[in-house]
Structure formats: C-alpha cells, structure tokens
C-alpha cells in the first residue's frame, strides 16, 4: 500500500509518501529532484520487505517553498519533524546529493534518531567537490554536470507537480545558493558518527574519490561503494548496482 500525504512541519506542508511495512527507511533525494527523479527503480523494491518513508524537501516537488533559506540545519529540522508527526523515534537515513547532505546533518546533530545511514554523492567539505562542479564557466565542457535532457526533465517534472510551477528558476537560485555556502562538518564530528554507514559514488561523480575515500577512513563504521561509468545524475538510477549493495548494508 502506497500513502501520499502532507504533513504540516515547521510552517511547511511537507509532502511525503509511505511504501510497504517493516523497519522505517527515509529516502531524501538530490537538489532540484523529486522522490521519483532520485529514486523511481529502487523505491518499490526496498518497499518489499522494508517501510519506505519518501520524502520531498522545501520547495521541491509538491512541497511548496516557503520564505526561508534552504539551509541545511533547517532541512533537517524538518525531517525531524515530520518523524515526530508519524510517531517514529528512528529510522534509517538513505540520502543522495542534497538528501545526502541533510542526511549528514542529522547525524551529526540529531544522531539519536538515525539508525543505519546510507550517503550518496555526499561530501562533507564543500572542496570534496571537483572545481568544475562549482564554476559555470567549466559547465558546458564538463561530463560531470547534468545534460540537457537531464534539465529538461527536472524542469518538466517541477512543473508538473510543484504547487507554484511557474517557480523553477526562483528555486534553482535559492537552492545554488545552499549547497556552496555550506559549512561543512570537522573531522571530529565525522568520527563521532555511531550509525553504520554507506558511501556510495560514482567514478565520475561531483564529488573526488579522493574526498570519499578520506569520509571512509573517517566514519568508524562506514563502507564505501564505487559504481564504474557512473556521473551523479545516474547514481541512484543504477539498480542493478544499488540495490544489492544497500539491500546488504541494510540488512
């Protein structure tokens, strides 16, 4: 059984959808994506044995924006509300890209309620990234960024479902303004981090392997995935890669 809903959340009505029965898992998907840009393939088969908690963040999707920056404390706060309204204390954390962002905040700063943790395409210093990702003049040449056809379907699908569809660009410069302006997480906070953890990326991904590599040695309890010819858009896309490896990791 699939629940679509909205929960009223810190001034937000935060759109979330519920999928099967068992140990609660929360996907947070990737910047300007919605739960089935990030997660179509992979949602209905982790909800075979596993409840799956999808939610989409401020301004994206059907969760209309609100006057407030997208930080990442505030991003999270609000998953933390939304567990406190389905009455879950814990859940395991399945985060890509900007989910994967707030997913580390949570477990930094709100670490009683994750269980297991799961980052995609995640970095934890805003250098994790390759210089190209974060400057547009080195965007067109980059086989890193997303494509056209890529674009165009983030676009399509806001204007589908957003509650103010005429927003896209209002969004897109409101979130570019959250990813590189993050302060990032110390060391030590890394290495405080109880929950298991799974890093995964792509050999053409955002971010540096060497930067994943460094969050691996970091994290405790943490293993690290890397998916061969895969850029940050396919990541999650990847099942046949994905879905064993965090069906294992999840357990």
Do not use: C
């Amino acid at each position: 059984m699939t629940i679509g809903d909205y929960a009223p959340v810190r001034g937000l009505e935060m759109y979330y959808e519920v999928h099967g029965t068992g140990r609660p898992v929360v996907l947070l998907h990737g910047g300007v994506l919605t739960i089935g840009l990030s997660f179509g393939d992979l949602l209905p088969e982790l909800a075979r044995d596993r409840q799956v908690i999808a939610v989409e963040l401020q301004g994206h999707g059907r969760t209309a924006d609100i006057d407030r920056e997208m930080t990442l404390p505030e991003l999270a706060a609000d998953v933390v509300a939304l567990l406190e309204h389905l009455g879950l204390e814990r859940a395991d954390l399945f985060g890509f890209g900007l989910g994967g962002l707030v997913a580390l905040e949570l477990a930094t700063a709100a670490l009683e309620r994750v269980d297991r943790l799961i980052l995609a395409s995640t970095h934890y210093r805003t250098d994790g990234y390759h210089e190209e990702i974060l400057d547009p003049a080195q965007f067109a040449t980059s086989t890193r960024m997303p494509t056209e056809a890529d674009v165009r379907e983030m676009r399509e699908t806001y204007e589908r479902l957003a509650p103010e569809p005429g927003h896209f660009e209002q969004m897109t410069a409101k979130l570019s303004r959250t990813v590189p302006d993050i302060p990032g997480w110390s060391a030590e906070q890394l290495r405080a981090i109880p929950a298991e953890t799974l890093l995964l990326f792509g050999d053409n991904d955002f971010v540096r392997l060497e930067h994943a590599v460094e969050m691996a040695g970091l994290i405790p309890h943490s293993r690290l995935g890397v998916l061969p010819g895969t850029t940050h858009n396919e990541l999650t896309r990847r099942t046949e890669l994905v879905l064993p490896m965090v069906r294992s990791f999840l357990g």
